[in-house]
């Protein structure tokens, strides 16, 4: 069974600080994805970025990076000089080559003035 | 290109009142999902399609029916509502043919569905 863990319910920054967001997942599946949606107050879902199995290369994408490691499941999202616009519900997702998804429960993520 | 919409936004029904929740995409997308969120909860998958007239179950599919017709719509069925299907309901389509498979899910804007 596919199993995503976000174990930080919510996280509380000042504006400029960073923050990183841990996911862990279980899969028994060779070929993968993982996802970051962002969920801001007004309730749409929005993609972040995506990462299958096979390329486990870490990337910057403005202010958003993330740290994907297979040795120990885990696909770490971090943004940097957070800003009062990044307050939202950020989910991990762990998808199949279709497009089914298995998300985590979410992290509230609150940046503060 | 208006991508996946959902109709409708908001509703009420009362406890054993039916309804059908509509979700249409033009984006020639093969698969075709419902997920509910409930607080806490993240998304969960309630009922997907690969394709038109295949449809299957996914982690939560009691009390709801699909049928997939088209390959652009892909309606939820509650056949009669109870107070545990007060949630938001998010339908997503991905994949089209011929192009890398799971690029990204697209979703709808949700239905915030209570039920009383």
């Known amino acids: 069974a596919q199993k995503v863990t976000q174990a930080q319910t919510e996280i509380s920054v000042v504006e400029k600080e960073d923050v990183t967001l841990d996911c862990v997942y279980e899969?028994?599946?060779?070929?993968?994805?993982l996802f970051w949606y962002k969920q801001p107050p007004s309730g749409e879902l929005v993609f972040l970025i995506r990462r299958n199995s096979f390329d486990e290369q870490n990337e910057i994408s403005g202010r958003y990076s993330w740290n994907f490691q297979k040795s120990t499941s885990s696909f770490n999202f971090t943004i940097t000089a957070s800003q009062v616009v990044d307050s939202a519900v950020y989910f991990c997702a762990l998808g199949d080559s279709w497009g089914k998804l298995q998300f985590g429960a979410g992290t509230q993520v609150v940046v503060t003035p | 290109n208006a991508g996946v919409t959902q109709t409708p936004k908001f509703q009420v029904l009362k406890t054993g009142q039916s309804m059908t929740l509509q979700c249409a995409q033009d984006m020639n997308h093969e698969y075709m999902s419902w997920y509910r969120q409930d607080p806490g909860m993240g998304l969960r998958l309630i009922h997907y399609?690969?394709?038109?007239?295949?449809?299957d179950q996914g982690e939560v599919p009691n009390g709801y029916n699909v049928s997939r017709s088209t390959t652009e719509d892909f309606p939820l069925r509650l056949l009669s509502a109870a107070p545990s299907q007060t949630s938001v309901y998010f339908c997503?389509?991905?994949?089209?043919?011929?192009?890398?498979?799971?690029?990204?899910?697209?979703f709808g804007q949700g239905t915030r569905l209570t039920v009383v």
């Open positions: 997503a389509s991905s994949y089209t043919p011929g192009a890398e498979l799971n690029t990204e899910a697209f």
């Open positions: 399609s690969v394709g038109a007239g295949i449809t």
């Open positions: 899969t028994r599946d060779t070929t993968y994805y």
